[in-house]
T-cell receptor, first 113, second 114 residues
Framework: EPEVTQTPSHQVTQMGQEVILRCVPI?????FYWYRQILGQKVEFLVS????????KSEIFDDQFSVERPDGSNFTLKIRSTKLEDSAMYFC???????????FGPGTRLLVL | DAKTTQPPSMDCAEGRAANLPCNHS???????VYWYRQIHSQGPQYIIH???NNETNEMASLIITEDRKSSTLILPHATLRDTAVYYC???????????????FGKGTKLSVKP
């Protein structure tokens, strides 16, 4: 069964550094999402992406964040200058056109020191 | 999207049915009820969704009251692997449109015990 994959599984970075989190959505899916979950807290929506542009974003998704689908298979989340409070699990999700089910990847655990 | 209320935690004996309630008293006519679960530190996993009729799939059954103000997710024969946080989410069907982000609450932490 096809799955959403994410790399790396863990990333440790210094405050102020840029990080890029990578996702490979399921191949025939057209809608892509990023969510995050700070340890012990709720899963929070960050951004949705369709047709090579952002569809919706939450207030968490400020100018420090960007998303890109650089090559038709990868979907990336970039944090330009990480802050301590960006430490969280980041989940990518995708869904097919006409269906409602979102399929989530296993997540990337980001730790900002 | 309508707000949901779930108990913070529940226990269930292995092999027994787990019945997880969700209250969504402000649900509107075009809002669906979705259930996802999150096994420890993994990505959320879709379970089932419904509008007003009861639904069943290979994972679970969803019972929605006639007034649609509450629903129950039933795992008919819970196993230890069903230990997870279960999220009830109410939202409008996005008809494949560009919207469709999920708003997660705190969910119910189900512990299945041997």
């Amino acid at each position: 069964e096809p799955e959403v994959t994410q790399t790396p599984s863990h990333q440790v970075t210094q405050m102020g550094q840029e990080v890029i989190l990578r996702c490979v959505p399921i191949s025939n899916h057209l809608y892509f999402y990023w969510y995050r979950q700070i340890l012990g807290q709720k899963v929070e929506f960050l951004v949705s992406f369709y047709n090579n542009e952002i569809s919706e974003k939450s207030e968490i998704f400020d100018d420090q964040f960007s998303v890109e689908r650089p090559d038709g298979s990868n979907f990336t989340l970039k944090i330009r200058s990480t802050k301590l409070e960006d430490s969280a699990m980041y989940f990518c999700a995708s869904k097919r056109s006409g269906q409602e089910t979102q399929y989530f990847g296993p997540g990337t655990r980001l730790l900002v020191l | 999207d309508a707000k949901t209320t779930q108990p913070p935690s529940m226990d269930c004996a292995e092999g027994r049915a787990a019945n997880l309630p969700c209250n969504h008293s402000t649900i509107s006519g075009n809002e669906y009820v979705y259930w996802y679960r999150q096994i420890h530190s993994q990505g959320p996993q879709y379970i089932i969704h419904g509008l007003k009729n009861n639904e069943t799939n290979e994972m679970a059954s969803l019972i929605i009251t006639e007034d649609r103000k509450s629903s129950t997710l039933i795992l008919p024969h819970a196993t230890l692997r069903d230990t997870a946080v279960y999220y009830c989410i109410v939202r409008v069907w996005s008809y494949g449109g560009s919207q469709g982000n999920l708003i997660f609450g705190k969910g119910t932490k189900l512990s299945v015990k041997p």
